[in-house]
């Protein structure tokens, strides 16, 4: 069993940034990030292959998102920056524990552990 703690999440102005963090207390194949609002299905953000480093995003991310990872605390961030009022969400950490498992966006429910998640609100 691996626990995700998620931390980061604020209220901002738009145009703002952020740093959302994601500590995994065990092995991670990949570490993901995803968010959901009212009314809406989770959207997968950004995703990182731990080991190789290798990164996905989603368009909506493109140029204002940068995903990390730090291989001595086994943390994932997210470095948002340019916040709009649509990246007002409930953001969620995800984990693959299996080497060569699912590493993408388009099916969250691929990944077996999840964090509680940590909200993000971007006013205008």
């Known amino acids: 069993q691996v626990q995700l703690v998620e931390s980061g999440g604020a209220s901002v102005q738009a145009g703002g940034s952020l740093r959302l963090s994601c500590t995994a207390s065990g092995y991670t194949y990949c570490m993901a990030w995803f968010r959901q609002s009212p009314g809406t299905e989770r959207e997968g953000v950004a995703a990182i292959a731990t080991g190789g480093g290798t990164t996905d995003y989603a368009d909506s991310g493109k140029g204002r998102f940068t995903i990390s990872h730090d291989n001595a605390d086994n943390t994932v961030y997210l470095d948002m920056s340019s916040l709009k009022p649509e990246d007002t969400a409930m953001y969620y950490c995800?984990?693959?524990?299996?080497?060569?498992?699912?590493?993408?966006?388009?099916?969250?429910?691929?990944?077996?552990?999840w964090g509680q998640g940590t909200e993000v609100t971007v006013s205008s």
């Open positions: 995800a984990a693959e524990p299996r080497r060569g498992g699912y590493c993408g966006l388009e099916r969250p429910e691929l990944y077996i552990y």
